[in-house]
Each structure stands twice: as C-alpha cells, then as structure tokens.
C-alpha cells in the first residue's frame, strides 16, 4: 500500500527557517505535493516535485529524493501567517487522486 | 474564477439522522473528489468522479454513504444513517492537471458535521 509519514508538530519563531519532512511508501512514484491548511479552512497547493532536486517557489521551497523515498518543503523568513497544518501528499494506485498524510502543525511565534 | 462551493457550512445531527451535502466545482474541472477530514488527520478520500462517472469509491462506505453527480457538474454525499465517527469535515475538491504534470486539487471550505 502506500503510506506517508510526517512530524506532527514543529514551532519556530518569526524570521526562522523551518524545515517539514516527509517520508513516504509507494510502489509507483508519480510525484509528491505539498498543500497548506489554515485552522477551519480549505487545503491550498502549495508545490509539487516530479523529479529529484528543490523547487522554489517564493519562500517556500521543496525538494524531493526518490532514491531516499524522501522529501521535505522549506518555509523562509517565517511570519506569523505561515502558522498552518502542512500536508504532503502522494497519488493513489491509479494516480487519479491524492492520498495525504496526516499533516504537520507549524506554531510560528514572535 | 469562482472557487469550489460547498453547503451547508455546518450541521449538527443526532446519530442515525440523515444528512446531505452539496457541491459545485469549479467550471471546466471535469474530476470531483469528496474527502472526510476528522480532527487531526489528513484529508481521506471517500470517492471521486470523472464528469458523472465513479473512477474509485473504494473507500466510501456504502452500507451508509451514497454520492452522485448528476450531468457531471454538481454533486451530492449523503450520509444515512449518521454514526458518532461520522463527525468530521467533508471536503469537496475539483482538479485540473497544470502544466508541470501536478494534479493540482482545490478545495472548497468544507461541511462540519457533527453527530451527537
């Protein structure tokens, strides 16, 4: 089957960086996303890794290994806005829908 | 463009009450998905649809929950009869593939349900 795993807490202080890893099981890879969720409302992409190497997208960053089943995303020069619940997520079998994990909880502090 | 609309926003219920839940994706996003969020956890996909069609509702659980799309635009989820652990956040999400090869998923704001 496939599975994720990711930290369930991480706090930081305003200015940080912070660095939300994900390690994952599949047996087809056809890449792996990151979505963003604020208390009580939708998860938003955030970025998304098909091949090895980091993807830069603003502050937030994301890389992804293959060979380590390994990926993490990087949030630079924290604000307070950045405290949210951060997903990584992998296709399913059929590589029609995404199957998340179960989110980590990022405390940004001033 | 408009977002994903979900109704109601919330609904409380007692166990074994009936409950349904509505959807409208975004235009021109031909597959629909509908995820239960308990408190805590990731989003767990319950079904998905490719215009009116079930690709997977492998994980729905059908003695009690039932969903369709009709004319492949809006969608219902029904939940009949409501159980305690049926407390959580029903998402519906609509997709488009963008151009890097992503399934990009959006999500509407979600139906809390609560079951007492």
């Known amino acids: 089957g496939q599975s994720l795993e990711q930290p369930s807490e991480v706090t930081a202080v305003e200015g940080a960086i912070v660095q939300i890893n994900c390690t994952y099981q599949?047996?087809?890879?056809?890449?792996l996303s990151w979505y963003q969720q604020h208390d009580g409302g939708a998860p938003t992409f955030l970025s998304y890794?098909?091949?090895?190497g980091l993807e830069e997208t603003g502050r937030f960053s994301s890389f992804l290994s293959r060979s380590d089943s390994y990926g993490y995303l990087l949030l630079q020069e924290l604000q307070m806005k950045d405290s949210a619940s951060y997903f990584c997520?992998?296709?399913?079998?059929?590589?029609?829908?995404?199957?998340f994990g179960k989110g980590t909880t990022l405390s940004v502090s001033s | 463009e408009a977002g994903v609309a979900q109704s109601p926003r919330y609904k409380i219920i007692e166990k074994r009450q009936s409950v349904a839940f509505w959807c409208n994706p975004i235009?021109?996003?031909?597959?629909l998905y509908w995820y239960q969020q308990i408190l805590g956890q990731g989003p767990k996909l319950l079904i998905q649809?490719?215009?009116?069609?079930?690709?997977?509702d492998s994980q729905l659980p059908k003695d009690r929950f039932s969903a369709e799309r009709l004319k492949g635009v809006d969608s219902t989820l029904k939940i009949q009869p409501a159980k305690l652990e049926d407390s959580a956040v029903y998402l519906c999400?609509?997709?488009?593939?963008?151009?890097?090869?992503?399934?990009?998923?959006?999500f509407g704001a979600g139906s809390r349900l609560t079951v007492l």
């Open positions: 599949t047996s087809g890879f056809y890449g």
């Open positions: 649809f490719q215009n009116n069609g079930v690709v997977d």
């Open positions: 997520a992998l296709p399913n079998q059929a590589g029609t829908a995404l199957i």
């Open positions: 235009s021109g996003h031909a597959t």
């Open positions: 890794n098909a091949l090895d």
């Open positions: 999400a609509s997709s488009l593939r963008d151009s890097s090869g992503a399934n990009v998923l959006t």
